[in-house]
């Protein structure tokens, strides 16, 4: 999803026009990268056992164990998100101003305020809103600020769009300046800023990523490329090792080391997901990785109703069998994404997640 979009609204990494022959130079096209998508697969799957978790946890249901399973997953999963994200930004960070706006910024744009107002409506609606004593009115004020205060979490493609344009407009700075200020802000807001979005938060603590995965893309493929069990195991084994230090030592709120833990995350989730990406059984983890988008805009809502009837109706899971409940509901909310993904085009709803074509000048 955070690639390039075909109209269709599916990624496509950069430089791979397509099956065949590169249509520039009449060359064959690179094979595309099966680890990306598998890291996007991971990534998405993460996201959702994680806002499955809080949610159920926020409801009643023991599941403390998921808890803390995702606090220690934390470190890996946005960090690695966005890696993947930079990775494939090249060409538009190197596009004219009016290429970038149709070709991106006006897809984040659309998707963003189509699925923002869906994703507050239900929150109101099932009485999740995180806002206390929420009503239509909250709704409203909170709609007519969200392109800049974002207030669910579709927070990430506001952030994604903030991306494109930061990398764009420090496209002649030097990269290691880039990297260096990038660094200096998210190391401050990794040790617990809170400001009023989540959107301005993930802005500050993510683009050191985005941008060390559109400037470092060789270094990672060259990293991918010499994965073995071995390194993979070494990479996965030291990011542990400094989220447990940083965690059971108190230090996270101290400017530099919550990030050291993030930076860690990106070596570890590259190797599993070239690992995952060799298995035969993870292609419905590539699968799933070329069509984040639809899950990621419907994955609250499908949770949030499905709680609801839980709740409303006094249906009690005591633990230890709560535990299992976020993951049926993941697998609930992925399926419907997925399938709402797939069926969209082709009842004419193409326009569900992506802009009609003669907006984006196709």
């Given at each position: 999803m955070t690639g390039d979009v075909h109209p269709?609204?599916?990624?496509?990494?950069?430089?791979?026009?397509?099956?065949?022959r590169d249509a520039a130079v009449g060359q064959p096209a690179p094979a595309r990268l099966a680890w990306p998508d598998a890291a996007r697969g991971l990534a998405i799957g993460l996201v959702v056992l994680y806002h499955a978790t809080n949610w159920t946890w926020q409801t009643g249901y023991e599941v403390g164990v998921l808890r803390e399973i995702n606090e220690t997953?934390?470190?890996?999963r946005m960090p690695l998100f966005f890696t993947v994200a930079g990775m494939f930004a090249g060409k538009w960070v190197a596009a004219p101003w009016s290429r970038l706006a149709r070709g991106k910024l006006l897809f984040f744009a659309w998707v963003f305020v189509l699925w923002e107002p869906i994703s507050l409506v239900v929150r109101l609606l099932t009485g999740y809103y995180q806002v206390a004593d929420a009503d239509w009115g909250t709704l409203g004020h909170d709609l007519a600020w969200s392109l800049l205060v974002p207030r669910s979490e579709l927070w990430f493609l506001w952030t994604l769009a903030v991306f494109f344009v930061i990398a764009r407009v420090l496209?002649?700075?030097?990269?290691?300046?880039?990297?260096?200020?990038a660094a200096a802000v998210g190391a401050w807001?990794?040790?617990?800023?809170?400001?009023?979005?989540?959107?301005?938060r993930g802005t500050a603590q993510f683009a050191l990523f985005f941008l060390a995965g559109l400037h470092l893309r060789p270094l990672?493929?060259?990293?991918?490329?010499?994965?073995?069990?071995?390194?993979?195991?070494?990479?996965?084994?030291?990011?542990?090792?400094?989220?447990?230090?940083?965690?059971?030592?108190?230090?996270a709120d101290v400017p530099g080391f919550y990030l050291?833990?993030?930076?860690?995350?990106?070596?570890?989730?590259?190797?599993?997901?070239v690992l995952l990406s060799r298995v035969p059984g993870a292609l419905g983890l590539r699968w799933l990785g070329a069509r984040t988008l639809p899950v990621?805009?419907?994955?609250?809502?499908?949770?949030?109703?499905?709680?609801?009837?839980?709740?409303?109706?006094?249906?009690?899971?005591?633990?230890?069998?709560?535990?299992?409940?976020?993951?049926?509901?993941?697998?609930?909310?992925?399926?419907?994404?997925?399938?709402?993904?797939?069926?969209?085009?082709?009842?004419?709803?193409?326009?569900?997640?992506a802009p009609p074509r003669r907006l984006a000048g196709r």
């Open positions: 269709s609204g599916s990624p496509r990494h950069a430089g791979a026009p397509g099956p065949g997953l934390r470190s890996l496209r002649r700075v030097p990269v290691v300046a880039q990297l260096l200020l807001a990794l040790a617990g800023w809170e400001p009023e979005s989540i959107a301005w990672l493929e060259r990293f991918a490329a010499r994965i073995t069990w071995y390194w993979a195991a070494a990479a996965v084994a030291v990011w542990l090792a400094i989220q447990v230090v940083v965690r059971q030592t108190g230090v050291l833990a993030n930076v860690a995350g990106v070596p570890a989730g590259v190797a599993v997901s990621f805009v419907t994955h609250t809502s499908v949770v949030l109703a499905l709680l609801s009837v839980l709740w409303r109706n006094a249906i009690w899971i005591p633990a230890p069998q709560s535990q299992w409940l976020p993951v049926a509901l993941w697998a609930a909310a992925v399926g419907v994404g997925l399938l709402l993904g797939e069926l969209a085009p082709r009842l004419g709803a193409r326009w569900l997640f």
